[in-house]
């Protein structure tokens, strides 16, 4: 079922413009006729710059992986070393994002890319992952649960000048 073309790989510095422009197409499809406007242009403009994803590729903590087939790229992961509030100690590495495109939902693609994350977790050490997801967002928490995830608790997620309210969800590596 997973294309044979796929391939998993970290994503280079010099893409730092090429992986804004997936993140934000990624969040607007997946959450623009959900949100108002005004403040999903507002967290597009403010999160995912190319300055912003620069940093995160520079950052020897920060992991970006592409979701590629047939060399075209379909999705992104991005784990960083950050505690929940409050914090879960030592061990915890967050998946903070997980999208394809729309055109690349349920082919196999998102459980390959989830090995690969957590891999990369192991390999740095991590105990568990942890990450958030929007309570509205039934199909990717079912997706993580068949992952290994388990509600943990529930946390604010602000889209501009929206505060909404996420799943916390975590999973022993
Ligand atoms: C989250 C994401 C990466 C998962 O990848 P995927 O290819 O859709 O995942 P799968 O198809 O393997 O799994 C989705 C599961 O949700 C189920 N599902 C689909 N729509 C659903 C819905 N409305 N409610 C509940 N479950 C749903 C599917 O049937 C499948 O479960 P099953 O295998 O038991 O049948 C992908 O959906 C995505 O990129 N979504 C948009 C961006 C996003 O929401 N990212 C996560 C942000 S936290």
Sequence with gaps: ????????????????TELAALAARTFRDAFGPDNNPEDLQLHLATTYTPDRMREALQDPECTSLFAEVDGVTVGYAQLFPRQPDPPL??????????????????????PRLMDAVKEDARRRGARYLW?????????????????????????????????????LMLCPL
Excluded at 1 to 6: A, E, I, Q, Y
Excluded at 89 to 110: K, T
Aim: hydrophobic content about 35%; overall charge positive.
């Design 1 to 16: 079922m997973t294309p044979p073309g796929l391939r998993i790989r970290p994503v280079r510095v010099e893409e730092a």
């Design 89 to 110: 100690g030592d061990g915890a590495r967050m998946l903070s994002r997980f999208y394809l495109e729309q055109g690349w939902l349920g082919q196999g693609i998102a």
């Design 131 to 167: 990450l958030t997801v929007w309570q509205q967002n039934h199909r990717a928490a079912r997706f993580y649960e068949k992952c290994g995830f388990r509600t943990s608790g529930s946390t604010t997620f602000i889209v501009g000048n929206d505060p909404q309210t996420d799943w």
